[in-house]
């Protein structure tokens, strides 16, 4: 132990003999200090914005500060701080930005191009704006005032929202989907301009008013459904592009907007010279992501569709030979303006693309419940959506499996199929991801080196075998 005491009190010594002899140089010095830490907002200072002060009011016409993460003061040389103009905070780098209590005025495009600001938080204390996992809204969440242009994938506006303010989305080039409640009846002027990626949205079905430029240059969006509850379309509010040398116009929906044949918006749409497909009243339960399309307009308007779903403990008996781990219905019903509630008869379509994995997982079968007809309306593992066309609506069945026991079952119905052939195909072109089970009942062509890896060669075989050629 004495040894062992001595040894460690010698190697300290020398340790500290390096470090005289040896300095450790600036360079290295600095690097071994805790890095700035910019993951902390900071409150913003004068000198951090171009501002006037007008009636005792400061009004923020520009940000020219270096802070990526900013707290607006509430108060500038003693003053409230009053308003934000519109281009504040044009091609700012901010992340983070918290506006104050005092604000009472923004600018309707206040943070154009902050391509990088993915959370705008408002005070609490604030009479004006609130936020909404940072997005801002006005205080009574009625209005969706301004959406950070950093945010990327899709969003959801919330139940509640009637407006979509001016420039409320523009020039957010990341956002690829948006979906919104029927409450919303207005979208503002250059709402989703520029949105560059933005490649599906679906509308209110209670949307009166379209302003000028609202969709325009959305090179990504190749179709729109327009509801019949529209009255007016602003000028070039779906236009694509303008040439500089001749001023023609393109427009990239030409083909693509789908209205109510009769409509306003179908006779406004051919009134400019564009193409619209006829397409019956469309109604959509916003939570369960399903769309049912009233091809002949049988239905009142103002009529809403409802989808419920319920487990299920025993499936008929025409489903009775198809295995599955999980089985459970959904029943779509028809509310009309009157409050009566019926499944009407006639030809409808019903879109399920929206449908989240809870509702309909993935290897899940769904089947519309009719005597004798087992066959399948929708695979959600190789199927993104689907349009399928009933007599009625009703009662559906799903049928979802996680037993891939059988070789070339796919779908883990217990069956062999065209089903798991066409699974089996896709998979081998890398379009769609399998589980490590899925991959072991697919993989049933095995030569030693593809262990587990989908070819051609396995969807051939599964298909032989379905088809009884083997």
Request: charge should be negative; include cysteine.
């Given at each position: 132990?004495?040894?062992?005491?001595?040894?460690?009190?010698?190697?300290?010594?020398?340790?500290?003999?390096?470090?005289?002899?040896?300095?450790?140089?600036?360079?290295?010095?600095?690097?071994?200090?805790?890095?700035?830490?910019?993951?902390?907002?900071?409150?913003?200072?004068?000198?951090?914005?171009?501002?006037?002060?007008?009636?005792?009011?400061?009004?923020?016409?520009?940000?020219?500060?270096?802070?990526?993460?900013?707290?607006?003061?509430?108060?500038?040389?003693?003053?409230?701080?009053?308003?934000?103009?519109?281009?504040?905070?044009?091609?700012?780098?901010?992340?983070?930005?918290?506006?104050?209590?005092?604000?009472?005025?923004?600018?309707?495009?206040?943070?154009?191009?902050?391509?990088?600001?993915?959370?705008?938080?408002?005070?609490?204390?604030?009479?004006k704006f609130c936020s909404i996992d940072?997005?801002?809204?006005?205080?009574?969440?009625?209005?969706?005032?301004?959406?950070?242009?950093?945010?990327?994938?899709?969003?959801?506006?919330?139940?509640?929202?009637?407006?979509?303010?001016?420039?409320?989305?523009?020039?957010?080039?990341?956002?690829?989907?948006?979906?919104?409640?029927?409450?919303?009846?207005?979208?503002?002027?250059?709402?989703?301009?520029?949105?560059?990626?933005?490649?599906?949205?679906?509308?209110s079905e209670n949307l009166k008013t379209?302003?000028?430029?609202?969709?325009?240059?959305?090179?990504?969006?190749?179709?729109?459904?327009?509801?019949?509850?529209?009255?007016?379309?602003?000028?070039?509010?779906?236009?694509?592009?303008?040439?500089?040398?001749?001023?023609?116009?393109?427009?990239?929906?030409?083909?693509?907007?789908?209205?109510?044949?009769?409509?306003?918006?179908?006779?406004?749409?051919?009134?400019?010279?564009?193409?619209?497909?006829?397409?019956?009243?469309?109604?959509?339960?916003?939570?369960?992501?399903?769309?049912?399309?009233?091809?002949?307009?049988?239905?009142?308007?103002?009529?809403?569709?409802?989808?419920?779903?319920?487990?299920?403990?025993?499936?008929?008996?025409?489903?009775?030979?198809?295995?599955?781990?999980?089985?459970?219905?959904?029943?779509?019903?028809?509310?009309?303006?009157?409050?009566?509630?019926?499944?009407?008869?006639?030809?409808?379509?019903?879109?399920?693309?929206?449908?989240?994995?809870?509702?309909?997982?993935?290897?899940?079968?769904?089947?519309?419940?009719?005597?004798?007809?087992?066959?399948?309306?929708?695979?959600?593992?190789?199927?993104?959506?689907?349009?399928?066309?009933?007599?009625?609506?009703?009662?559906?069945?799903?049928?979802?499996?996680?037993?891939?026991?059988?070789?070339?079952?796919?779908?883990?119905?217990?069956?062999?199929?065209?089903?798991?052939?066409?699974?089996?195909?896709?998979?081998?072109?890398?379009?769609?991801?399998?589980?490590?089970?899925?991959?072991?009942?697919?993989?049933?062509?095995?030569?030693?080196?593809d262990n587990n890896v989908i070819t051609?060669?396995?969807?051939?075989?599964?298909?032989?075998?379905?088809?009884?050629?083997?």
């Open positions: 132990m004495k040894r062992l005491r001595v040894f460690s009190f010698v190697l300290i010594f020398a340790l500290v003999l390096v470090n005289i002899i040896i300095p450790t140089s600036p360079k290295a010095e600095a690097a071994t200090q805790a890095p700035y830490n910019s993951s902390v907002p900071e409150v913003g200072t004068k000198t951090d914005f171009v501002y006037k002060i007008q009636n005792d009011r400061v009004y923020i016409n520009e940000y020219k500060g270096t802070k990526t993460k900013l707290i607006i003061p509430e108060t500038i040389d003693g003053k409230p701080v009053f308003a934000i103009v519109s281009k504040a905070f044009t091609g700012s780098d901010l992340t983070y930005l918290k506006l104050p209590s005092s604000l009472s005025l923004l600018g309707s495009n206040a943070f154009n191009e902050c391509d990088s600001l993915t959370q705008i938080d408002v005070a609490e204390e604030n009479k940072g997005v801002v809204y006005s205080e009574d969440k009625t209005v969706l005032r301004a959406f950070p242009a950093g945010r990327s994938g899709s969003f959801m506006i919330p139940d509640g929202v009637t407006t979509i303010y001016n420039h409320a989305f523009y020039r957010c080039y990341q956002l690829e989907n948006v979906n919104m409640y029927n409450s919303v009846t207005s979208i503002g002027e250059r709402a989703f301009s520029f949105c560059w990626n933005l490649k599906n949205i679906r509308l379209i302003s000028p430029f609202a969709f325009s240059h959305c090179d990504d969006l190749t179709e729109i459904h327009l509801p019949k509850s529209i009255t007016s379309i602003g000028n070039d509010a779906f236009l694509g592009k303008i040439n500089s040398n001749d001023s023609s116009k393109e427009y990239y929906f030409v083909d693509g907007i789908y209205c109510v044949k009769g409509s306003y918006p179908a006779k406004l749409i051919k009134s400019l010279g564009l193409d619209y497909i006829n397409e019956g009243t469309r109604l959509t339960d916003v939570a369960a992501g399903i769309t049912v399309t009233d091809i002949n307009n049988i239905l009142p308007d103002g009529s809403t569709i409802k989808v419920d779903k319920r487990p299920l403990s025993s499936v008929p008996d025409d489903f009775s030979n198809i295995k599955y781990t999980s089985a459970y219905v959904f029943d779509i019903y028809v509310s009309a303006p009157d409050g009566s509630i019926s499944v009407p008869q006639g030809e409808f379509k019903i879109n399920f693309d929206n449908s989240s994995d809870d509702l309909i997982p993935s290897a899940t079968k769904l089947y519309s419940n009719r005597v004798g007809d087992t066959e399948p309306i929708l695979f959600s593992l190789t199927q993104d959506s689907v349009t399928c066309e009933t007599d009625a609506l009703g009662t559906f069945i799903a049928l979802a499996s996680n037993d891939f026991s059988l070789q070339g079952d796919a779908d883990g119905d217990g069956r062999i199929t065209l089903t798991d052939a066409r699974i089996a195909l896709i998979a081998s072109a890398g379009l769609i991801k399998l589980t490590d089970a899925q991959k072991s009942a697919c993989d049933v062509v095995t030569t030693g080196t051609t060669a396995d969807a051939r075989k599964i298909l032989r075998t379905a088809a009884g050629l083997r």
